[in-house]
Nanobody
Framework: QVQLVESGGGVVQPGGSLTLSCAAS????????MGWYRQAPGKERELVAS???????NYADSVQGRFTISRDSSIKTIYLQMNQLKPEDTAVYYC????????????WGQGTQVTVSS
């Protein structure tokens, strides 16, 4: 059974930092591309950052230069280091694990709330 457990969300002031973690179980971690998505109230879920099985990272334009995604295969965990946070970064952040065929192997965590507010 695949499980993705996020942690690290919270409330932070604009300009602050947070680090999200996602621990995976029930998967062969090296076979999965991993990513972080977010969904703000009334908006579609959007990709924030992703990392391939080879460690190649991809970022949304809105977070480029502020966020960093990383993966630690030894403990099946990915991280999202978020710096210079803005109010518009407020959302529920979801961890995702996927591999081909995606219609079969596309897994989500339960989400963790990030609120950026003064």
């Amino acid at each position: 059974q695949v499980q993705l457990v996020e942690s690290g969300g919270g409330v932070v002031q604009p300009g602050g930092s947070l680090t999200l973690s996602c621990a995976a179980s029930g998967v062969i971690f090296s076979m999965y591309d991993m990513g972080w998505y977010r969904q703000a109230p009334g908006k579609e879920r959007e990709l924030v950052a992703s990392t391939t099985t080879r460690g190649r990272a991809n970022y949304a334009d809105s977070v480029q230069g502020r966020f960093t995604i990383s993966r630690d295969s030894s403990i099946k965990t990915i991280y999202l280091q978020m710096n210079q946070l803005k109010p518009e970064d407020t959302a529920v952040y979801y961890c995702n694990a996927r591999r081909p065929p995606i219609r079969v192997y596309n897994h989500w965590g339960q989400g963790t709330q990030v609120t950026v507010s003064s």
